[in-house]
């Protein structure tokens, strides 16, 4: 059996597989709240059953070098886990081998190799969370750059009521929770209470969701723009909800309209096949490329 793990700024999701890649069991906690990666290893550690792993796989957000240390920080939750060995902690705790991989690598890996990303020339996983992850894939390889940040979309400046921002802040799950705070003055707890009262026509809502559709938008076609991919991938937990994928697609046309007398862009906007569960996925793939 393998272990393979999804470490997020809200939530880290659990898998145990066989040797098929399939999930025998699965469960998630809430990402903890410490002071030093010792105290964060450690509660992953309790939440984990006793069983001998033949390896692990570990998705994390953030730069993680060939030796298994964290080089840059993701969410504040997750900022203890910086310059941190995470492959050291891992494999002397369960004494078998262990490998890493930024958490938006992993889900493009899986798409690659198992997923909606198969088959493509190219292609661009693009995953809504805490932050903004993503990974540039060609037809059998993901792309990391020349400091590992490729695909870090979180990084990329956008502009909001005539201020800029990081794609992170504003464009990210977490982002329209701050969009719509920023139009209402009302507290509320996650994005999908957000889209509950956007589909219920909540007039704060309904602007909330279009200024979030339009940032993220604006950022797939810049994507486009850039990199130019067979197709864009849109993942992570919103992405679980039909309506959201079309919305962000619909957006995406609008966008793209204005250039269709001149140019002939054909990349697609879909969906990642393996939902939330890529990065678990393509964290224990990336481990049996590395060790065999």
Known sequence: M??????????????????????LKHWEIKTPIVSSSNEFYDRLFE??????FKGIGIAVPGVVN???????KASPRLYPLYQSNIVKAFSHHFHCPTSALNDAKAAGLCELRKGAAMNCSSSVSYLIGT??????????????????????FSYMPVQYQGKYY?????????GLLYLYKQISHQPIGNAKEVFEKFYANDN????????????TADS????????????????GGISEDDRIIDLIREKYQQKQKPYDAFTNFTTRIDRCMFKNKANLLGALIHHKQKNG
């Open 2 to 23: 393998y272990l393979a793990l999804d470490i997020g700024g809200t939530n880290i999701q659990f898998a145990i597989l066989n040797n098929d890649d399939q999930i």
């Open 131 to 152: 932050g903004v992850g993503g990974a540039l894939s060609t037809a059998d390889s993901i792309l990391f750059g020349n400091d590992g940040y490729a695909g870090e």
């Open 66 to 72: 060939d030796q298994g240390y964290i080089t840059s």
């Open 220 to 235: 797939l076609w810049h994507i486009t723009a850039i990199f130019n991919p067979e197709v864009i991938l849109i993942g």
């Open 204 to 215: 704060h809502a309904l602007q909330a969701v279009e200024d979030w559709l339009n940032i």
């Open 166 to 174: 990081s794609l992170g802040m504003i464009g990210s799950a977490n």
């Open 47 to 52: 939440a984990i059953p006793a069983h001998s």
